[in-house]
């Protein structure tokens, strides 16, 4: 049987850690994907060590060497940073070792995660706007249709499809704007700040910072291995752009249903029902829907945890990790498959115009035409309204009209215009 590793910090205490306890605290499994970043600021860490004259170059040049060819490979160990230590020891014996100087597992969590974290702001950032291309190419190709807008889901005026799908990008827009910003937040490295004070072997933190590609590195120890503001920042940003998604899915719901029938899924992103035949079921929509929900509940119960925590480290800061990973994994796999959806999506043009021309969403219209012939708008209104009430239904203007009177910037018969704009902003923030 395999002897369990001693924790980094077993000197301390004489009696050993009951196994219950160690698992219920280890979390190396769903920290594997730390590793790469781990590795990457352990050998800036020693780069600096040498810089600095606390390592030789024969012995930073070994370290960084096992460092480059070191796997995942986690024997019985408390975290990563142990296993890492761990690995290196076997290879290297005593110089192993000398790899934690001035370093505390505090700033090495910190940085690997902030790191990490702006890995992950880009990927989401990247899989969003892949779905809001997906929006402006089938608004290029379908964008003429018309269709009626809702407020309160009745219908209320003519829009064409064009415009609906821009303004759901548009949305998209803010989203990718949000991961910009947490990615930014990210990058600050705590790498020097040690467990909580620093440490007195003349470190450069700057240098590691610059290494590391990081914008600056941090002001006060403290705060550097105690703040997790910048995953609250990455998992706010997923949490709306899942609010964003659950509103897609509601709409691609109700869209495809017979009731309203405006738009039909491809049958590779639709189930099927085991016991009727008939059926040809949104569960990417609904699953969507329901995984906003869950991002919700991860949002909360992060700012629920870090709300309680004294000056500086605490080990509750472990848990933030694993609800971040899961959050970022939720609106990329969202993301991606509603990207395929919307490609594949086939619209009904024809149900969808007569939504729209059922004689009344152009009522607004013959209000604004007897304003333009003089009247208030308010006495329009009655009159128009009056009308409508007696049963009146309303051909001129056509739907067609209606839209086109419509030109002016961001409104629906301008959405090419919209279009253009959407693109060349992504193009700004998504390269």
């Not at 810089?51 to 480059?68: K, S, V, W, Y």
């Not at 949490?239 to 405006?262: C, D």
């Not at 007569?354 to 013959?366: E, N, S, W």
């Not at 009146?392 to 739907?399: A, I």
């Amino acid at each position: 049987m395999t002897t369990r590793p001693e924790p980094l910090w077993s000197g301390r205490l004489e009696q050993g850690l009951d196994p219950q306890v160690f698992d219920f605290s280890v979390l190396v499994e769903r920290d594997r994907r730390l590793l790469p970043y781990d590795l990457k600021a352990s050998m800036v860490h020693v780069r600096m060590l040498e810089r600095q004259g606390l390592l030789a170059e024969r012995d930073a040049l070994a370290l960084q060497e096992a460092l480059a060819e070191l796997e995942f490979a986690p024997d019985g160990d408390e975290d990563i940073h142990a296993m890492i230590e761990r690995v290196l020891v076997e290879r290297l014996g005593e110089l192993g070792k000398r790899v934690h100087a001035g370093r505390s597992r505090n700033d090495q969590t910190a940085v690997a995660t902030r790191l990490w974290a702006r890995d992950a702001a880009g990927q989401a950032a990247s899989a969003v706007g892949a779905l809001a291309r997906t929006l402006v190419d089938r608004a290029r190709g379908d964008g003429d249709l018309v269709l009626p807008g809702y407020t309160h889901l009745q219908r209320a005026q003519p829009i064409t499809l064009g415009h609906h799908l821009a303004a759901h990008a548009t949305a998209l827009l803010r989203d990718i704007s949000r991961f910009g910003a947490a990615g930014e937040a990210a990058a600050v490295s705590p790498l020097g700040a040690g467990a909580l004070a620093g440490s007195s072997l003349g470190l450069d933190p700057e240098f590691s910072a610059r290494e590391l590609g990081m914008t600056a590195s941090f002001e006060n120890s403290l705060d550097a291995v105690s703040d997790r503001d910048f995953l609250l920042d990455l998992c706010y940003a997923a949490t709306v752009t899942m609010v964003h998604l659950s509103r897609m899915a509601e709409e691609l719901v109700l869209w495809t249903s017979q009731e309203f029938a405006f738009a039909e899924l491809a049958d590779s992103v639709a189930t099927g029902s085991s016991m009727m035949p008939q059926k040809k079921n949104p569960d990417v929509a609904e699953l969507v829907r329901g995984r906003a929900g869950v991002a919700i509940g991860r949002l909360t119960g992060l700012l629920a945890l870090n709300k309680g925590i004294p000056l500086s480290y605490n080990r509750d800061l472990q848990d933030t990790r694993p609800q971040a990973y899961e959050q970022i994994d939720a609106v990329c796999e969202s993301a991606e498959v509603f990207a395929l959806a919307y490609a594949t999506l086939r619209f009904d043009a024809e149900t969808m115009r007569a939504a729209a021309d059922d004689g009344r969403t152009v009522a607004t219209d013959v209000a604004e035409r007897l304003v333009v012939g003089g009247s208030t708008f308010r006495d329009a209104h009655h009159a128009v309204a009056a009308r409508v009430a007696r049963g009146e239904r309303f051909t001129s203007p056509t739907v067609e009209e209606a839209v086109a009177a419509r030109d002016a910037r961001g409104m629906p018969a301008t959405y090419r215009e919209q279009l253009d704009r959407i693109e060349d902003r992504l193009a700004g923030l998504v390269p």
